[in-house]
């Protein structure tokens, strides 16, 4: 564990090396006037700029460590918005979903492992044509296949509006079929921008959390207020009013003064007490949201209450006294970067070079104190090319440990921006900076859309493959780029953790991990997405070690209460594993320790 002081330091020279891009600054860019976006002069710019537009990475690699294998993969000539990891024919092999535009029909690729390639199923696995804006893929009914929940942001794009809906996953005759289950949900056609799926209560069945953005269909756009349901297999009742203040209504105003335009939600358990809290993006300036899970005692129930404000979530401290100060934040995902014990938090946010100065910026806030509320320490960053004519739209981001060296790195999709917005991979130094090495490795493809990360080949290396999208220019013909880490492991050993709940959720989302090694103790929390029209990662909680480091223990806080009220903690010795480069292990929620990878935890 590292002292108060350095966990302040990290926040002081976090990001000093960013590679390719400015340095983060307290003082924001001022804007060009000039060329502000829709102007003449920014017009005639722009199109001089897309004359000349490199879909691809902008110069070749001076890094070598990932390698374009998409048509390798079969992949060639298809392409995504959003892309889901996982495993829809329950044979214990990741697949790959997509859904090629921001609203449309679900693409299937059934993974072949004699061909080492993804192969596109030819039958629709719906009973009717489903077109999404998002998808959830979670096993609700705990029967061991995959369920799918189907959203949809219901704008002027969308010409069927839909509620949020949700399809039981089965197997017949050597083929996957959904079938809609009647959920229940009162919220009816909403502008719903994303879906938490987590287990609030811990009493086994996963709950729902709806995120709502503006409702266009008014003369003047509302807020919606979200809406949390409880769940029990298909079944779902509506537990708003655990959402403290979120649904008060003003009759002379007709609106909800607290309900504000949420467009990405994530779960993370910052408090450490075994209950997962939910983290709210909003746009238009409006705070992020920081809903802690609290125990109330009166009604013997969970309640939610922001303390975004005091956390230092809802935004940076020069928009704090203006109710729209904020930022357009699209994700907000937690991870312990540094390993001091405490989650810090990614903040992707939408920023204009003519933006004014109290608009927040994407940054990191770090983790301060194991004491409650939390707080932490915002450091900003941008990419500001000096032009005075640049967008930053980072809509998605993913904590991965691309080189297992035991410091988690960040893949972001700054994207929508065309010709300047581009994939950033940064990686994590020793001293906890980060540097933009996405040129260097020639990965920084132009408007990317929903990337994931995934090990496609086994081989104990994680991979990641995003998407490219036309928005702002017709003429980039969307794709997939998939590649493959082939970063030679010089001595870098990893592990890999497949829970399997039996009390709990099947996928145990909502466990936190704490791995006790050797070198460092390292934290990890499992939650199914983060962030807005989410895209959803392969299942598995990895692990980097670095280089001569031998393995202790793990703790593993399930989701689940025991019989004493408190969530089911197990402890797993670890220190009779020896392996050269990648282990991969399966938990029971009894304790039980399996090698490789299994599907459930029979004897």
Known sequence: MTTKRNRLLYGAFLFSLLLNSACSSKKKAKSSPALREGTEKYSKARKKEERHVVYGATSAPTLKGFENKTLEYGLHGETATALYAVDFDNDGVTDLVTLPEHYSVPNFFKFNIKTNRFEKITYNPFPEIVRASFLS????????????????????????????????GRKYRSKIHYTEEQTQLPAGIVPNSSV??????LDGWLDLYQANWYNLRQRKPKAVPDRLYKGRTFQFKDYSVLLEGEHEYKKSFKLYPNARPSFGVSTCDINQDGFPDLLIANS?????????????????????RDFAKVSGVASDIEGDHDPLGGGNSYYLNCADYNNDGIFDLALGELFHSYDPESRDRSSILTGSTFSFPPKFIRTEYHMDDGTGSWSQGDRRATWFDFNRDGLLDLIIDNTGFPPKSRLILFKQEPNHAFA????????????????????FNRDGRLDFITGQTSIRNSQIKGKIYLYENTHAFDGNKSIRFHLVGQRSNRAAIGSSLILKTKNFTSKQFISLQEGGLPSQNEAGVFFGLGKKNKLVSLKVKWPHISKKGFPTEKTYKLSKFKFKEHLELTLCESGKIIPGKAQNCRN
């Open 196 to 201: 938490a799926v987590f287990d609030f209560d």
């Open 284 to 304: 238009s300036g409006y705070e992020n949201k920081l809903w802690m899970n609290r125990n109330d005692r009166l009604n013997k129930t969970r309640k939610f």
């Open 137 to 168: 893929f979670a096993d609700f009914n705990r029967d061991g296949f995959l369920d799918v929940l189907v959203g949809t942001l219901n704008q002027k794009t969308e010409l069927s509006k839909y509620p949020l809906r949700l399809f039981k």
């Open 436 to 455: 933009d090495v996405s040129e260097a490795y020639a990965i920084n493809t132009l408007n990317p859309s929903g990337t994931i990360v995934m090990d």
